[in-house]
């Protein structure tokens, strides 16, 4: 800070120009690494994410524990030894076919529930980031062609959790920190015998590292999903039954997407309402990369959560839904969560009983003051 307070009254600024408005690319391109590098951004969107993704996972891991040995292990119509044979083709590779013992897969299937609870939870996320995203990698080839796609962003998503800071909000992680500086605690070392300056220099390294990572992290997952929307949006452009309004016709007819058929049909009854939807969802789709800028993304978003929910209850697909939900935070900003915390406290506050809210250090309302007793 002191050394832009001294470079900037020798920065020759023309006649007539804005003094607060970089006037050359370079400068321009100075200012957005210094955002890339300072401190990193959308702390409690990654935490929204590593909360979603863990959640979800740990529930997906739940759902398939009574089909877990014919989905992943060794009594798979897949075999480990056909997925074995897949992995010298495709390059992948899973800590599932290492072993083909029960005993083995049993083990790993307890520990991929602990490491997806401790993820959600935020405990050493950086390490629990890599061990997720080992995970997910693992049980995903194990079985590519035994799931519905939905662990496949899931996948992806993990991938770039690991770059990410998504422990800083949230987690058990930053309630260690929280307690460590009120007891007057510093992460570093008052007995190293490396100089002052010297660690001073390693910790602004790291913490420009942390935040180049987190925020290309960021980037690249709001990227991905933009790129995923689009190209859903110009597939479906390409086709006649999207552009006529007769898609979800056909989806709400097909005998393995319905897991509910006399909702299905009940559905399929209204055909001015089902085409409106499918030119929505086309436009919604095409038109989400433009609109993340500006507050029509609100509107925008929440028009994306009902059709993923309609995918999810429909079409009988909730893990690729509350995947694409949960990446769908990516682009809520961070005063939007603070917003949402305090309209639920308030929410809480009301529901409470009068009789529970005691503030800390002070006497309930209906509790008359304490008089001091005198000695007879």
């Known amino acids: 800070m002191a050394t832009e307070q001294s470079i900037a009254p020798h ?65 798979s119509p897949w075999t480990p030894e056909l997925a074995r044979q897949l992995f010298d083709q495709t390059g992948w590779a899973s800590i599932l076919t290492l072993s083909d013992s029960r005993v083995y897969f049993e083990i790993c299937y307890a520990a991929a529930l602990v490491t ?19 995970m997910v990698a693992s049980f995903h080839a194990r079985a590519i062609f035994m799931t519905d ?105 097909l005998d393995l997407f319905r897991p509910w058929p006399e909702l299905s049909l009940l559905a399929d009854e209204h055909d001015v309402l089902i085409a409106v939807v499918c030119c929505l969802t086309v436009l919604l789709q095409v038109a989400f990369p ?28 909730p893990l690729f839904s509350g995947a694409m939900i949960v990446a769908d935070a990516v682009f809520l900003p961070d005063r939007f969560y603070r917003h949402l915390g305090q309209v639920s406290r308030r929410i809480g506050r009301r529901l409470t009983p009068t009789r529970w809210r005691v503030r800390a250090g002070a006497e309930p309302a209906f509790v008359p003051p304490q008089q001091a007793s005198s000695t007879r």
């Open 11 to 75: 920065r020759r600024v023309p006649e007539g120009a804005d003094a607060d408005v970089p006037q050359s690319a370079a400068e321009r391109v100075g200012a957005l690494l210094g955002v890339l590098t300072e401190r990193p951004v959308a702390l409690c969107g990654a935490a929204a994410l590593r909360i979603g993704y863990g959640l979800l996972y740990l529930v997906f891991l739940l759902r398939e524990f009574p089909h877990r040995n014919e989905i992943w292990g060794p009594g």
């Open 116 to 134: 997806s609870a401790l993820f959600l939870l935020g405990w050493r996320t950086r390490v629990m980031s890599v061990l997720f995203a080992v």
């Open 290 to 317: 433009f609109v993340l800028f500006g507050r029509l993304k609100y509107p925008v978003l929440a028009l994306l959560f009902g059709m993923h929910l309609g995918i999810a209850v429909l079409m009988g697909l």
């Open 149 to 253: 796609g939905g662990d496949n962003l899931i996948l992806l998503m993990a991938l770039y959790l690991v770059l990410t800071a998504c422990g800083r909000r949230w987690s058990l992680d930053a309630r260690r920190y929280r307690t460590r500086a009120s007891k007057g605690r510093t992460e570093k070392d008052a007995t190293s015998p490396a100089p002052e300056h010297f660690r001073q220099q390693l910790g602004q390294s790291r913490r420009t590292l942390v935040a180049v990572l987190h925020n290309c992290g960021m980037f690249v997952i709001a990227a991905q999903v933009c790129f995923l929307y689009g190209s859903a949006g110009l597939y479906k452009v390409q086709g006649d039954t999207w552009g006529n309004g007769t898609a979800l016709h056909y989806v709400l007819n």
